[in-house]
């Protein structure tokens, strides 16, 4: 069987800064969080390549890129430095299948605000609090395996109200200690392409490392990755289906050059 | 009562076009689409600006857009004229209220596809053949008063598969004699906005002459009015609401540069 | 202008209990729910009449429930007393425009579940504890003037998950002191009308006395209140509307007694 | 692997009927739709149990209805004669996860009906004019491997408006020569089923010998096939998973026979 082809692209800038709270992240991912992803989601049927901004291409050049069937993308203050050519790419590919799972801080990322047409913003706080998440939708492939409830140690609240589309379907809610509540797991299709938005993973918490988490992910990658990748060629269709009985008053006119 | 604030923003290329076509188009709209629809649709609570490419701020310089209610959009061969600056501005107020009503070739436009995050493409056919609509969604506001089925004589073919998000209200579905269907009434919601797709209109015929058609863009820019406009603030939100009890690992470390 | 003929209906059983805890519910609701509510919401817009299970016709003889513009559902124990023919009225009204808000323990009444169309099961827990609601749709109607989050010091809990249809727009979502979270006030469209269900509303606590839960209930009666109430006629189209070439193969046959 | 348990229910009513239209009837299906399209459909990972209203408990007794995976309902004149009670049971199976494929006037059945909540009515017309099918959503599983668009040579018109919710996702729309259109292949999920309408059908066209048709519903049980069926238990939920510090002004009081 065919392997799915996993990217997870990582800005990367957290984990090498200095100071006290670069070293806690480093305690969590030594080698970066794409790195610690890459082999904590290891199983046979994943080719994982993990991959930073600071690389050629911004970690995705295009042999890269259109290889993939399920990106995964982990940002936070670096979305600006993203290249708008290398967000269009990714755009495109999501619209012919390719699977994408957003990850925390991506809410505010270029490439799900731009699939999201939204303004994709939140309530947030850094107190290190506890969150519960609930699986809203027992039957949602992503909720496969996982209890009813669960509950990440620690966290960054992020709470509503979020601003998305409201074909999203929710598969998980969270609730904060400090009184907060969030749709932290929600499922889009957009044209041929599924994406998966899940909040938890404030990088100071060792949250990549929670057994239902990965659960979340592992489901997450088999959930948006595709059957088939295809760009439908949609082009005009000259020649009428069924006979066209009216007259049209342009008959004989070129029109052609209006509509290149 | 206040009126509802339209501005009309045309491309205006098509009806300045020199030869036999550009003869045809001014015939129905000699002083462009924007300054016809304007006069076409005049009614008591509604203030009517047309505007178009050409002029200062491609149209809709700050001032005019910070007070406009309802934007209607018709563009088709200048698209990528628009500067992306201003789609960002038009996004923005959309996202905050704004009405947005997004004509024929309009579904191309920047302003509606980074609205919708789809590639929106169609298919067509020039041959002037005849175009039925059928109200899907009788209780609608933007059906109101129209009949159950009416007919344009001639209309460019616009048809199925179109790449639109699923969320979108169906409010019309057209009927082409040459054997294709078509979404041609959606409506959408986007944060605080409402949005409505309306496919007639080609340059080239006399759609916007037709009295249902008048109908329908007056009940869209009705239903498009926003109550208010907001750009809702969502900021961090530092204190709990309620009591935390968890001990946070970080108490103690300054974080702040990292999250500004 | 037109008042909005509001109908609530009230099972009006727990009010009338003997013991203690009939006691409490009195001292909240001393004439019963439905009674409370109607002076409670009085507004000059509203005509309001309150109605319960024990009344001739259980509360909507023909003559009221065909002149009703919005129904309020207030029922817990007796949902079964209720006669199919009577929830089959309602239905249809429903479908035709009537407004429904649907309230507390009525997620499980007949008339919500045969419009839901799914089990309309949830989680609950009576331990007197804190809810606090946040606006998620801040553009919604239902949310006008209402703030960013507000505390109903004491409910029943009402958690996740809740089996609803995908559609229904989520206005409000509910945190809960026990670790729940909960989508509080939905907003569904079903044919021409449109149903609003919220959750605060146990009989045990003075929740229908509280300003926040005044304002959403107000806002949920305009929001569904229709324009207009019409029962399409969808019939058969026997003469085509446009030229039909094929030679059907039953031509000359009569199939009518078939389709009566 | 196991196989797809596949119940086809057939009310099998017009293959017996008398005249000239039974005799065409017959001569499409001479052992009645659902023995046809048991033998049309065989696959080797489909198990097919053709049944029909008049067996014993209406073809779908307990012990057979308790091991279907998916359930394809053919009936049209006989939806009155089908007990509430099966009803019910059918709708239940639907919640905890079996697929439902819903085929031609299978609009009007009470199971569909009962769980769509909406009126489900349509326009019609007995001409035996063609219908053209195109696919709106390229990706969707129950479009794979069928062309853009194909004929129906001879169908009775099935036409809009069409009253059902509006999160069924569009797989098909059909023109018809006419002049109407259609929402012909409708997708929903309600709880943990998947269900598809799927409009072409009518008895006195061969349509269910079409290779096109036979695609859709393969891929239609394909689709609807559950991974689980489960009811999940949605129970109360006593203790509370965070520690409550509200005084409950119940505290003492037992409310439990109010809540049975």
Not at 84 to 97: N, S
Not at 162 to 179: A, R
Request: hydrophobic share 40%; charged share 25%; net charge negative.
């Amino acid at each position: 069987m065919k392997k799915i082809s996993v990217v997870i692209w990582n800005e990367f800038v957290h984990e090498r800064e200095e100071g006290t709270v670069g070293d806690i992240i480093r305690r969590h991912y030594p080698e970066g969080i794409h790195r610690h992803l890459a082999s904590f989601l290891a199983e046979e049927d994943l080719e994982i390549t993990p991959v930073s901004l600071d690389m050629p291409g911004q970690g995705l050049p295009d042999e890269l890129l259109n290889g993939t069937d399920v990106l995964l993308w982990w940002g936070h203050c670096a979305h600006g430095a993203v290249d708008d050519a290398l967000v269009e790419r990714i755009h495109k590919r999501v619209l012919a299948g390719m699977g994408l799972v957003v990850l925390h801080s991506g809410h505010l990322s270029k490439i799900f605000r731009s699939l999201m047409g939204t303004a994709c913003r939140l309530r947030w706080r850094e107190a290190g609090e506890k969150e519960r998440l609930w699986v809203v939708s027992p039957g949602h492939p992503v909720a496969r395996d996982l209890p009813e409830t669960f509950v990440i140690p620690h966290q960054e609240m992020y709470g509503e109200p979020f601003d998305i589309p409201q074909d999203g379907k929710i598969v998980f809610m969270s609730w904060f200690e400090g009184g907060n509540i969030f749709r932290s797991g929600v499922a889009f299709e957009r044209d041929r392409g599924r994406i998966f938005y899940f909040s938890p993973g404030h990088e100071t918490y060792p949250v990549y490392h929670d057994p239902n988490v990965r659960r979340v992910l592992l489901n997450a990658i088999r959930w948006t990755a595709p059957d088939v990748i295809a760009a439908d060629r949609v082009t005009p269709m000259p020649k009428p289906l069924e006979k066209i009985c009216s007259a049209d008053p342009l008959a004989g006119v070129d029109t052609a050059h209006l509509h290149k």
